[in-house]
């Protein structure tokens, strides 16, 4: 372990260099000096099997068993990329690996499954991905058209679907979702939120076992309107997969101008053991957080100022004690993952950078935490799913 100290322009900092992966945080900040997470990257997690290559790795879950499930997308690799799958095959490697993937905690390949079968529609491309305390999984896709949810348990059985593709007809409909970008279901009371957040702004909340309407509603609690943000070509390469384009919203406000009183674009939903719901409003730069049944708590701004069309607020996940004293915030504008006192909502820190070594990232877009507390971080731009190891906390 290397720790160094420099003095910026603002405030006295402190860089830990664990197995690849930076942590900065501040000297000043009470958690640093002993309870911040410590994470070491694992540069040989996973043991992709020989024949396959990964496209853009949307989603990250993790089982009841630990195991670590990724939702890909092969379908924008290379010719020469995928020179296996030709008919005849073109080189010794590679094929796309199936859409959605099972690994163990040591990195081992279980199984993949995925893609049309009967009673279902299968999405476009698989953008969420989550499983919940009954060890069922769930996908939603952010393309065009694509309306609705499904659920299927671990073997790949078809069990739900919400919504049909083609569908919505916007922010107040109660049957279908909107290019859905993730979801999660709440124990306590077997309900499933959902980040309805490409097509709508919205967080909308269905029964996990039926899928019937329970409510809905948008920043600050407001009814959410269809009218759209104002959009704006990405950067090359914006969004992140190997051949993607799809235009997104960029940041709606200007330096010092008031918070947008609507989501822009809800990229995440996540329910802590307190009850109470986070929402990731990626291109406002904000998490806002709400009771169970809508009505807001507080807001905060991660990097407020960033104006890539990237945002900063892609996805959430709790450290695993009881508590929940830490959430994990990945920020694909600055290409890190952000460390915060979820009572206080203060950054403590960060992991990483814009890269593509070990404990770097290529726009972190999923993040999870299995029940060790190792934190699991799937990236788009270059295909790629890394394991940072929890070592310990500082100081102790």
């Known amino acids: 372990m290397n720790t160094v100290k420099n003095l910026g322009r603002r405030a006295l900092v402190t860089a830990?260099?664990?197995?690849?992966?930076?942590?900065?945080?501040?000297?000043?900040?009470?958690?640093?000096?002993?309870?911040?997470?410590?994470?070491?990257?694992?540069?040989?997690w996973p043991k992709m099997p020989e024949k396959f290559i990964l496209g853009p790795v949307r989603g990250v879950a993790i089982d009841l068993q630990d195991n670590v499930w990724i939702a890909q997308d092969g379908s924008?690799?290379?010719?020469?990329?995928?020179?296996?799958a030709a008919n005849p095959p073109q080189a010794e490697c590679c094929m796309p690996a199936p859409p959605i993937m099972e690994f163990d905690a040591a990195g081992n390949y279980i199984k993949g499954w995925g893609g049309p079968g009967e009673g279902y529609d299968w999405p476009q491309q698989i953008h969420g991905l989550f499983i919940d305390y009954k060890g069922n999984l769930w996908v939603s896709s952010e393309r065009a058209g694509d309306n609705h949810i499904l659920k299927f348990s671990r073997d790949g059985k078809f069990l739900l679907q919400i919504g049909k593709p083609g569908q919505s007809t916007g922010n107040a409909d109660k049957v279908n979702v909107n290019r859905a970008a993730d979801m999660h279901v709440h124990p306590k009371t077997n309900e499933l939120f959902v980040a309805d957040g490409y097509g709508n702004r919205r967080v909308i909340v269905f029964d996990a076992d039926t899928g019937?309407?329970?409510?809905?509603?948008?920043?600050?609690?407001?009814?959410?309107?269809?009218?759209?943000?104002?959009?704006?070509?990405?950067a090359a390469g914006g969004r992140g997969g190997r051949g993607a384009?799809?235009?997104?919203?960029a940041p709606a406000r200007a330096p010092n101008a008031p918070p947008s009183t609507q989501f822009n674009l809800v990229h995440d939903v996540r329910v802590s053991n307190d009850d109470l719901v986070y929402v990731a409003d990626r291109n406002n730069n904000r998490i806002q957080i709400f009771s169970?049944?809508?009505?807001?708590?507080?807001?905060?701004?991660?990097?407020?100022?960033?104006?890539?069309?990237?945002?900063t607020v892609y996805?959430?996940?709790f450290s695993v004690d009881a508590a929940q004293r830490f959430l994990y915030v990945a920020d694909a504008g600055n290409g890190r993952i952000r460390i915060l006192n979820r009572q206080t909502m203060e950054v403590l820190g960060s992991i990483g950078r814009w890269?593509?070594?070990?404990g770097q990232f290529m726009v972190p877009h999923d993040i999870a935490v299995d029940s060790k507390g190792n934190l699991y971080v799937g990236e788009i731009r270059e295909g790629n799913i890394q394991k940072f190891v929890l070592k310990s906390t500082l100081g102790k």
């Open 16 to 44: 830990v260099l664990f197995g690849g992966a930076l942590v900065i945080f501040p000297v000043s900040s009470p958690l640093a000096q002993g309870n911040l997470p410590v994470l070491e990257v694992d540069p040989f």
């Open 76 to 84: 924008g690799l290379s010719a020469d990329m995928r020179g296996a």
């Open 212 to 234: 019937a309407y329970k409510r809905h509603w948008g920043a600050y609690g407001n009814v959410p309107e269809d009218a759209a943000p104002a959009p704006a070509a990405p």
């Open 245 to 249: 384009a799809v235009p997104e919203p």
């Open 292 to 311: 169970l049944d809508g009505k807001f708590v507080k807001e905060v701004f991660i990097a407020r100022d960033t104006s890539t069309s990237n945002g």
């Open 315 to 317: 996805s959430l996940a």
């Open 355 to 358: 890269g593509r070594q070990p």
